[in-house]
């Protein structure tokens, strides 16, 4: 089945640590995005890459950081610097020019 | 700047009653539009999208949304409300055609 896989679904980060957050898709998009999503916020954009080894801040990369070494992989590491990790993270994937996103499942992140 | 603005956070409707969700986008330039739907700790689903066809867009699930360009509007509706309808929906707009702005959302409840 095609699609986008996120993992885990549910993560729990310790004071201070860092923690990665997988997102994968065999759909053979060059573009991919990372949101976070808080209760009445809507969809905020965190960081996006339109090619392999390229990606571009987005309204609220402070405190994270991701990378693009394989087309299919775009992994999203919250740092010890993100005060407020507590949210739900969403990973999309689109044909680049398409305006289309599909979405992952989702990971839900929680600080002990 | 460009924005995306959904009126009413939440609806609330009968079983079997119009589903009416507004959708105002803030520039005068056709953009590509999206209705997306999300289930509780799931990911966004594409209910419909508009580029630039029909004005008049059917999606899945008996949705439909009506672009208006003099009204720069795209407001998502159902004749006849099911349970299962039950959800948050998101307006979301591509003017470049690689990112969404998203509207903050609306989450409608269906009473029986």
């Known amino acids: 089945d095609g699609g986008i896989t996120q993992s885990p679904k549910y993560l729990f980060r310790k004071e201070g640590q860092n923690v990665t957050l997988s997102c994968e898709q065999n759909l053979n998009h060059d573009a991919m995005y990372w949101y976070r999503q808080d209760p009445g916020q809507g969809l905020r954009l965190i960081y996006y890459?339109?090619?392999?080894?390229?990606?571009q801040k987005g309204d609220i990369a402070e405190g994270y950081s991701v990378s693009r070494e394989k087309k299919e992989s775009f992994p999203l590491t919250v740092t010890s610097a993100q005060k407020n990790p507590t949210a739900f993270y969403l990973c999309?994937?689109?044909?680049?020019?398409?305006?289309?996103?599909?979405f992952g499942a989702g990971t839900r992140l929680s600080v002990l | 700047a460009q924005s995306v603005t959904q009126l009413g956070s939440h609806v609330s409707v009968s079983e079997g009653a119009l589903v009416l969700l507004r959708c105002n986008y803030s520039?005068?330039?056709?953009?590509?539009l999206f209705w997306y739907v999300q289930y509780p700790n799931q990911g966004l689903q594409l209910l419909l999208k508009?580029?630039?066809?029909?004005?008049l867009v059917k999606g899945i699930n008996g949705f439909e949304a009506e672009f208006k360009k003099s009204e720069t509007s795209f407001h998502l509706t159902k004749p006849s409300a099911h349970m299962s309808d039950a959800a948050e929906y998101f307006c979301a707009v591509s003017w470049n055609t690689d990112k969404l702005i998203f509207g903050t959302g609306t989450r409608l409840q269906v009473f029986p």
């Open positions: 890459s339109q090619i392999v080894n390229d990606f």
């Open positions: 999309a994937s689109s044909a680049t020019g398409a305006g289309l996103q599909y």
């Open positions: 520039s005068s330039v056709p953009p590509y």
């Open positions: 508009y580029t630039s066809a029909a004005t």
